[in-house]
């Protein structure tokens, strides 16, 4: 004999009401003061409902004739037995109802990545990443700068620029959170956001030398697949923090999503390939002499793969 | 149609003083007597040659009105009319959408012209009118000396027959093809109409201008050797004909260079070829004053190139060689920057002439690092064929040096037109003269 009522209200709070035994055998709900179970909904009646326990164990749930009515799952109900999970909404508060042998699951681990990813919500880490990001900035352009007149008001806007866009896409996902978990997890995304915009920045770097000496794989849309993998990483990484999807479901959203943006991207490429131009298409990668690591071939070597490049000439007449 | 072939008037320095007060002076002096010594001739030379002058209008058929007018002239007793390739080309391109027609001022009676023979290289053409009757134009054989008359006949603008008097001025020094320089006003329309000296004989055809008198003429000589190598009534392909002549051309010019002066001279930190050969006109060029207060990299260079594409079709030009020397320091900027600027002009090279995706092929590009002498370099070939003429191509070459760290030289060429045997040699020589 005793009943557990979690209680939600309006604005998703819940909490847990514990009977372990009535004595009257009654128990009253309604905004009321001098109700057993009191509940904090304008839209419910001061003595909106009651429960009677049975000989047998059994509840039985009865409306007091309210304004709004009484709901079991999605039926209006006026008296009705309740078992253990079944759910009454009254005005807008939801009851859920267990009998105290009700089985609950065994305990999380803290170290799961939803909570691992949760818990990347710390103000050091915030401001560590935001410093690397910086960082990480300031070098692109360092490297990037190729003799220009630099102001102030330049380099300020460069920076806000860069910040601002993942700033934005951060505050849309934390305000998604807020709906659909009831927190808005800023931080913890904010910092993942920042993690992936210093990794895009700087896997560059050995990718780009990677390419410059072996000019077989300096291809756009190896970079691009690059590109799409740290995004799809990010786009797992807030799904998990923002929505309480099955972990299967963020997987396959994060692994679905890049995979189509490079499908319209290939299919970009490739139906604009066969686009006339009068500039030619060649690699002019160069990068400084550090990062050469290889030797080339003799002037005689390169003259002989000219026949075959005007074989393949001969193969883009169309 | 209009002049169409007009060399880029590059390096325009005018004076403007200077030059008022020299136009002030001869319209003043010379008004009275030069004109009217030269309306006398100019009037004998046209009652003399005007009635063997035509206007040519290329007849879209299907619009059944000109869309184009140029000039020619007879030739020959048989219905020879010569004019410019460049007036009857979508007649030559596209045989079934337009028609040639040849008219007289009076527009009494209209001739159907069909093309006999055509030099795209010299731009002239040789039209066959089986019916026509009429005087015959005399070809001059004895040469024109600099400094005498000259008389340029045309229909401008679609005007009505025109006399212009004006000066021989000999053969344009540095030109790809011959050109005799007219000084003379040769307008729109008078295009494959005659240029004589004062006995009334054919010097030269009227084929492009450059603007203020500055005209050229195709030299007699050439029409002479196309005349003398047309048999009548015999079946060309003037497709291939064309193709033929672009791959002699072009076997003309690489061989000359070939044969020129691959001496090197200084440019920034390195050398470089100049003028190779006479039809190659080189242009320098470095960072200026203004630019000098920022830190970018300091840049010479040296670019060469020929005076005028060959005119194939209205969408396509070809014939143009180009070559082109870079020269970058930096002190100022690390490696790494000055890689970044260099990399930004190393990407940006196209070839001087261009076409439509119906006249040309896409590109196929390769790139190695080669490695001549002791410096290592990146290079880049790209090729693209003729749609319509297989065995011709564009080639355009580049090559920079990639271990210097704060310095780089860039060497560039673009052959337009060309074979796989000539653009292998010329690459190869190329290469070799290096300048590493």
């Not at chain 1, 009254?90 to 267990?98: D, N, P, S, W």
């Not at chain 2, 002066?261 to 470095?286: H, M, V, Y």
Request: proline share 4%.
């Amino acid at each position: 004999m005793g009943l557990i009522i979690e209680v939600t209200g309006d604005t998703r709070t819940t909490r847990l009401e514990n009977f372990r035994s009535v004595a009257s055998g009654l128990l009253s709900i309604g905004r009321a003061r001098d109700n057993d179970l009191i509940l904090d909904d304008p839209y419910v009646d001061p003595y909106h409902g009651q429960i009677i326990f049975g000989e047998t164990g059994t509840w039985l749930y009865q409306d007091l004739g309210s304004e709004n009515g009484s709901k079991r799952g999605k039926e209006s109900v006026n008296d009705c037995a309740l078992a253990s999970t079944d759910v009454l909404t009254l005005g807008k508060t939801r009851l859920q109802f267990f009998d105290p042998s009700h089985q609950v699951a065994p305990a999380l681990s803290l170290h799961n990545s939803r909570q691992r990813l949760m818990s990347f919500n710390t103000w050091s880490t915030s401001g560590a990443l935001l410093v690397g990001a910086i960082l990480t900035l300031a070098l692109n352009i360092y490297l990037n700068y190729t003799g220009e007149k630099l102001d102030a008001g330049l380099l300020m806007g460069i920076f806000l620029g860069a910040f601002s866009l993942p700033l934005i896409i951060s505050a849309a996902w934390s305000l998604l959170a807020k709906v659909l978990c009831g927190r808005s997890h800023f931080l913890s995304i904010v910092n993942v956001a920042l993690l992936a915009l210093i990794v895009l920045e700087l896997y560059q770097y050995p990718f780009i030398g990677l390419a410059y000496n072996f000019p077989a794989i300096d291809r756009g849309f190896l970079g691009v697949l690059l590109n799409l993998l740290v995004f799809g990483l990010y786009l797992y990484a807030t799904l998990l923090i923002c929505t309480r999807l099955k972990e299967h479901t963020n997987k396959l959203i994060a692994g679905l999503v890049p995979v189509v943006i490079f499908c319209a991207y290939l299919v970009i490429q490739i139906s604009t390939a066969d686009e006339h131009n009068n500039a030619p298409n060649y690699n002019g990668r160069l990068l400084a002499p550090v990062v050469l690591l290889r030797s080339g071939e003799t002037p005689d070597e390169f003259i002989q793969r000219l026949p075959g490049i005007f074989d393949d000439a001969d193969e883009l007449i169309d | 149609m209009s002049l169409t072939t007009n060399p880029a008037p590059r390096c325009a320095i005018s004076y403007p003083g200077l030059f008022a007060l020299i136009l002030g002076f001869c319209l003043s002096v010379g008004a009275h007597t030069a004109v009217a010594l030269s309306a006398a001739d100019a009037r004998s030379t046209f009652e003399l040659t005007h009635g063997a002058i035509y206007q040519i209008r290329v007849i879209d058929i299907a619009a059944n009105n000109k869309s184009s007018t140029g000039s020619g002239f007879v030739i020959d007793s048989n219905g020879l009319i010569a004019t410019n390739y460049h007036v009857v080309s979508n007649a030559v391109n596209t045989p079934g959408k337009y028609r040639i027609e040849l008219l007289q001022n009076d527009e009494s009676r209209v001739y159907i012209a069909t093309v006999e023979n055509v030099d795209v290289v010299n731009d002239l053409a040789l039209l066959h009118v089986p019916e026509l009757q009429g005087p015959v134009l005399p070809l001059a054989g004895a040469a024109v000396a600099q400094g005498d008359t000259a008389y340029a006949i045309g229909y401008p603008y679609d005007l009505g027959i025109t006399v212009v008097p004006g000066t021989y001025n000999g053969l344009a020094p540095h030109s790809a093809s011959d050109r005799v320089h007219f000084t003379g006003s040769l307008n729109p329309g008078m295009s494959g109409g005659p240029a004589f000296n004062n006995q009334g004989e054919v010097i030269g055809v009227n084929v492009a201008s450059a603007g203020n008198q500055v005209s050229f003429l195709i030299p007699v000589q050439r029409l002479q050797s196309l005349y003398a190598g047309t048999s009548m009534g015999q079946q060309r392909d003037l497709k291939d004909t064309m193709r033929q002549q672009l791959v002699d051309n072009s076997a003309r010019m690489i061989e000359q260079m070939l044969d020129g002066n691959w001496q090197l001279l200084p440019l920034g930190g390195a050398k470089a070829l100049d003028e190779i050969t006479g039809f190659l006109r080189c242009w320098g060029d470095s960072k200026n004053q203004q630019e000098q207060s920022d830190s970018k990299p300091f840049w010479a260079q040296r670019s060469c190139q020929t005076d005028h594409n060959i005119f194939v079709s209205p969408s396509l030009t070809t014939g143009k060689i180009e070559l082109q020397f870079y020269w970058l320091e930096s002190a100022e900027l690390n490696s790494a920057q000055f890689y970044e600027h260099y990399e930004q002009i190393f990407s940006r090279f196209v070839p001087g002439n261009s076409g439509r995706e119906e006249d040309l092929g896409r590109w196929a590009c390769e790139d190695a690092f080669v490695n001549p002498a002791a410096e290592v370099t990146k290079a880049v070939f790209c090729a693209r064929g003729y749609d319509a003429m297989p065995g011709l191509y564009d080639v355009l070459f580049l090559q920079g040096s990639v271990s210097r760290a704060q310095e780089a030289h860039i060497i560039h060429f673009t052959l337009a037109g060309t074979t796989r045997e000539l653009a292998q040699k010329f690459t190869q020589r190329f290469i070799e003269t290096g300048a590493w």
